[in-house]
Protein backbone atom coordinates (compact mmCIF):
# COMPACT_ATOMS: atom_id res chain seq x y z
CA UNK A 1 0.00 0.00 0.00
CA UNK A 2 2.98 2.20 1.25
CA UNK A 3 4.82 1.41 -2.28
CA UNK A 4 1.56 2.71 -4.04
CA UNK A 5 1.04 5.41 -2.57
CA UNK A 6 4.72 6.38 -3.83
CA UNK A 7 3.94 5.36 -7.07
CA UNK A 8 0.45 7.81 -7.23
CA UNK A 9 2.80 10.97 -5.71
CA UNK A 10 5.38 10.29 -7.93
CA UNK A 11 2.71 10.85 -11.14
CA UNK A 12 0.89 13.61 -9.61
CA UNK A 13 3.77 15.41 -8.41
CA UNK A 14 5.15 15.71 -11.91
CA UNK A 15 1.21 16.32 -13.64
CA UNK A 16 0.04 19.41 -14.44
CA UNK A 17 -2.67 18.93 -11.56
CA UNK A 18 -0.72 19.55 -8.83
CA UNK A 19 1.65 22.26 -10.53
CA UNK A 20 -0.99 24.41 -10.31
CA UNK A 21 -1.39 23.96 -6.25
CA UNK A 22 -0.79 27.14 -4.49
CA UNK A 23 -1.93 30.20 -2.21
CA UNK A 24 -5.02 29.28 -0.72
CA UNK A 25 -5.10 25.62 -1.56
CA UNK A 26 -1.45 25.59 0.21
CA UNK A 27 -2.92 27.25 3.15
CA UNK A 28 -5.71 25.01 3.56
CA UNK A 29 -3.33 21.98 3.71
CA UNK A 30 -1.26 23.52 6.36
CA UNK A 31 -4.31 23.93 8.49
CA UNK A 32 -5.23 20.75 8.03
CA UNK A 33 -2.01 19.13 8.87
CA UNK A 34 -2.70 19.11 12.40
CA UNK A 35 -5.57 17.19 12.71
CA UNK A 36 -9.09 16.78 10.69
CA UNK A 37 -11.02 19.72 10.19
CA UNK A 38 -15.14 20.41 9.28
CA UNK A 39 -15.58 22.84 6.33
CA UNK A 40 -17.09 25.41 9.15
CA UNK A 41 -14.32 25.04 11.12
CA UNK A 42 -11.61 26.07 8.19
CA UNK A 43 -14.06 29.11 7.21
CA UNK A 44 -13.50 30.66 10.62
CA UNK A 45 -10.22 30.13 10.33
CA UNK A 46 -9.54 31.46 7.13
CA UNK A 47 -11.95 34.32 7.28
CA UNK A 48 -13.43 32.80 4.08
CA UNK A 49 -17.13 32.65 3.17
CA UNK A 50 -18.39 28.83 3.33
CA UNK A 51 -18.73 28.37 -0.46
CA UNK A 52 -15.55 29.34 -1.44
CA UNK A 53 -13.45 27.10 1.18
CA UNK A 54 -16.38 24.37 0.01
CA UNK A 55 -15.00 24.52 -3.17
CA UNK A 56 -11.29 24.61 -2.96
CA UNK A 57 -12.03 21.71 -0.67
CA UNK A 58 -13.41 19.42 -3.61
CA UNK A 59 -11.57 20.76 -5.79
CA UNK A 60 -8.77 18.95 -3.49
CA UNK A 61 -10.60 15.78 -3.58
CA UNK A 62 -10.32 15.54 -7.01
CA UNK A 63 -6.76 15.98 -6.88
CA UNK A 64 -6.81 13.32 -3.84
CA UNK A 65 -4.64 15.75 -1.43
CA UNK A 66 -7.63 15.58 0.79
CA UNK A 67 -10.94 13.15 2.29
CA UNK A 68 -14.12 13.57 3.90
CA UNK A 69 -15.36 10.88 6.29
CA UNK A 70 -18.42 12.09 8.31
CA UNK A 71 -18.22 15.98 7.68
CA UNK A 72 -14.49 15.79 8.55
CA UNK A 73 -12.09 17.04 6.10
CA UNK A 74 -8.45 15.24 6.66
CA UNK A 75 -5.55 14.96 4.22
CA UNK A 76 -4.88 11.48 2.23
CA UNK A 77 -1.33 9.74 1.71
CA UNK A 78 -0.35 11.99 -1.74
CA UNK A 79 -1.93 15.74 0.93
CA UNK A 80 0.62 14.61 3.61
CA UNK A 81 3.35 13.96 1.08
CA UNK A 82 2.79 16.77 -0.93
CA UNK A 83 2.75 19.24 1.97
CA UNK A 84 6.21 17.95 3.60
CA UNK A 85 7.59 18.36 -0.40
CA UNK A 86 6.77 21.53 -0.47
CA UNK A 87 8.11 22.45 3.05
CA UNK A 88 11.40 20.92 1.76
CA UNK A 89 11.28 22.73 -1.44
CA UNK A 90 9.93 26.27 0.47
CA UNK A 91 13.02 25.74 2.89
CA UNK A 92 15.18 25.49 -0.07
CA UNK A 93 14.24 28.63 -1.05
CA UNK A 94 14.16 30.35 2.11
CA UNK A 95 17.76 29.42 1.95
CA UNK A 96 18.30 30.61 -1.53
CA UNK A 97 17.01 34.12 -0.49
CA UNK A 98 19.23 34.62 3.18
CA UNK A 99 21.99 34.18 0.73
CA UNK A 100 20.79 36.68 -1.42
CA UNK A 101 19.45 39.16 1.47
CA UNK A 102 22.76 38.57 2.98
CA UNK A 103 24.70 39.80 0.02
CA UNK A 104 22.51 42.71 -0.42
CA UNK A 105 22.89 43.81 3.07
CA UNK A 106 26.34 44.03 2.47
CA UNK A 107 26.40 46.06 -0.34
CA UNK A 108 23.71 48.38 0.81
CA UNK A 109 26.11 48.94 4.17
CA UNK A 110 28.98 49.96 1.56
CA UNK A 111 26.85 52.89 -0.21
CA UNK A 112 25.66 53.94 3.49
CA UNK A 113 29.19 54.63 4.44
CA UNK A 114 29.46 57.02 1.50
CA UNK A 115 26.44 58.45 2.97
CA UNK A 116 27.34 59.64 6.60
CA UNK A 117 26.26 63.45 6.19
CA UNK A 118 23.03 62.32 4.87
CA UNK A 119 20.75 64.34 7.37
CA UNK A 120 18.77 61.01 9.38
CA UNK A 121 14.50 61.47 9.66
CA UNK A 122 13.43 63.14 12.95
CA UNK A 123 10.67 60.19 12.82
CA UNK A 124 10.79 58.37 16.29
CA UNK A 125 13.34 55.17 16.43
CA UNK A 126 13.72 52.55 19.06
CA UNK A 127 16.26 50.06 19.52
CA UNK A 128 15.87 46.32 20.15
CA UNK A 129 19.86 45.75 20.53
CA UNK A 130 19.54 45.48 24.65
CA UNK A 131 16.04 43.39 24.42
CA UNK A 132 18.02 41.09 21.97
CA UNK A 133 20.61 40.99 24.70
CA UNK A 134 18.48 40.48 27.81
CA UNK A 135 16.09 37.98 25.76
CA UNK A 136 16.10 34.60 25.83
CA UNK A 137 13.75 33.86 22.99
CA UNK A 138 14.09 31.49 19.75
CA UNK A 139 15.48 32.65 17.11
CA UNK A 140 12.57 33.11 14.69
CA UNK A 141 10.94 34.88 17.71
CA UNK A 142 13.79 37.47 17.18
CA UNK A 143 13.56 37.66 13.97
CA UNK A 144 9.84 38.72 13.93
CA UNK A 145 10.56 41.29 16.23
CA UNK A 146 13.43 42.10 14.50
CA UNK A 147 12.05 42.90 10.96
CA UNK A 148 8.62 44.58 12.64
CA UNK A 149 10.55 47.22 14.43
CA UNK A 150 12.87 48.07 11.21
CA UNK A 151 9.22 48.43 9.63
CA UNK A 152 8.59 50.91 12.75
CA UNK A 153 11.77 52.81 12.62
CA UNK A 154 11.25 53.08 8.76
CA UNK A 155 7.58 54.46 8.61
CA UNK A 156 6.30 54.68 11.60
CA UNK A 157 3.78 51.68 11.57
CA UNK A 158 3.64 48.85 14.30
CA UNK A 159 2.29 46.58 11.70
CA UNK A 160 2.49 44.32 8.69
CA UNK A 161 -0.22 42.89 6.35
CA UNK A 162 0.34 39.60 4.80
CA UNK A 163 -2.08 37.29 2.42
CA UNK A 164 -1.16 34.02 3.55
CA UNK A 165 0.92 31.66 5.77
CA UNK A 166 3.43 31.35 3.11
CA UNK A 167 4.01 35.24 2.66
CA UNK A 168 4.26 35.32 6.53
CA UNK A 169 6.90 32.45 6.44
CA UNK A 170 8.83 34.18 3.89
CA UNK A 171 8.64 37.35 5.21
CA UNK A 172 10.13 35.98 8.65
CA UNK A 173 12.50 33.53 6.97
CA UNK A 174 11.17 30.22 8.73
CA UNK A 175 8.83 27.26 8.25
CA UNK A 176 4.67 27.76 8.72
CA UNK A 177 5.31 25.91 11.67
CA UNK A 178 8.17 27.43 12.87
CA UNK A 179 6.23 30.72 12.70
CA UNK A 180 2.76 29.32 14.00
CA UNK A 181 4.93 28.58 17.54
CA UNK A 182 6.72 31.75 17.69
CA UNK A 183 3.92 34.17 17.35
CA UNK A 184 1.82 32.19 20.07
CA UNK A 185 4.64 32.57 21.98
CA UNK A 186 5.28 36.35 21.12
CA UNK A 187 1.00 36.65 21.48
CA UNK A 188 0.99 35.10 24.85
CA UNK A 189 3.68 37.27 26.50
CA UNK A 190 2.39 40.39 24.89
CA UNK A 191 5.20 41.23 22.00
CA UNK A 192 3.19 40.41 19.21
CA UNK A 193 -0.17 40.23 18.01
CA UNK A 194 -1.87 38.87 14.98
CA UNK A 195 -5.36 37.97 13.75
CA UNK A 196 -7.12 37.96 10.51
CA UNK A 197 -8.05 41.14 9.06
CA UNK A 198 -11.37 40.57 7.26
CA UNK A 199 -11.64 43.96 5.74
CA UNK A 200 -8.50 43.23 3.93
CA UNK A 201 -8.53 39.30 3.75
CA UNK A 202 -4.73 39.40 5.31
CA UNK A 203 -3.45 38.50 8.60
CA UNK A 204 -2.53 41.32 10.00
CA UNK A 205 1.09 41.23 12.88
CA UNK A 206 1.95 44.21 14.56
CA UNK A 207 3.83 45.50 17.85
CA UNK A 208 1.99 45.88 20.40
CA UNK A 209 2.06 49.32 21.98
CA UNK A 210 3.41 48.55 25.39
CA UNK A 211 6.39 46.53 23.79
CA UNK A 212 7.28 49.71 21.81
CA UNK A 213 7.21 51.82 24.69
CA UNK A 214 9.02 49.47 27.04
CA UNK A 215 11.81 49.15 24.28
CA UNK A 216 11.76 53.49 23.93
CA UNK A 217 12.39 53.56 27.83
CA UNK A 218 15.16 50.34 27.60
CA UNK A 219 16.97 52.37 25.16
CA UNK A 220 16.95 55.38 27.87
CA UNK A 221 18.68 53.70 30.18
CA UNK A 222 21.18 52.32 28.18
Request: proline share 1%; hydrophobic share 35%; glycine share 4%.
Amino acid sequence: MKDQTRVDYALLSTSTTLSRVRGFTLELLHHLKDGQKRCCDLVEITGKSHPYVWSYLKRMQNYKLVEKNDGFWFLSDIGVNFLKHMNIVYNNIIEYKQIINRKQTEERQKIDTSFTNVKVKTMRQISISLWLQQTDREQVEKEVVEVLVDHYNKTGSKFLFFKDIYAIAERFKASPDQINQAMMNLKQDHIVYNYRDKGHEAWKIGLYKDFVEALSKMATKK
